[in-house]
């Protein structure tokens, strides 16, 4: 088996916590930050070092702004980010391809 898709899989994306975050966004155009906490079951520290980090990469963008009086921070992929998931399903889509080949 080829190890050079495994190679190229995006450690951003990849990581445990960062991957349902990335494909939550993948399927919804916009979250709010407590969509995402309460979907994922992750807690508020947790979330905000994984989007931080995501949003360092340039793959998700954040807007703070209010609703009712309350603060509001609302996620969504960026165009880098759109193409960045699509690149990891494409590396995963070739690295089953090469398992069934084996």
């Not at 899989?9 to 399927?27: C, F, M, Q, T, Y």
């Amino acid at each position: 088996m080829n190890p050079e898709p495994f190679l190229q899989l995006d450690r951003v994306i990849h990581e445990k916590g960062r991957l349902p975050i990335v494909s939550l966004l993948a399927a919804t155009p916009e979250l709010s930050f407590t969509e995402i906490r309460d979907t994922l079951q992750m807690t508020d520290g947790n979330l905000s070092v994984h989007l931080r980090t995501l949003q360092e990469a340039g793959y998700v963008a954040l807007t703070k702004s209010f609703a009712e009086r309350k603060p509001l921070t609302t996620c969504a992929l960026t165009p880098a980010g759109k193409q960045a998931f699509a690149n990891y399903i494409s590396l995963l889509e070739q690295i089953v391809r090469q398992a069934k080949q084996s």
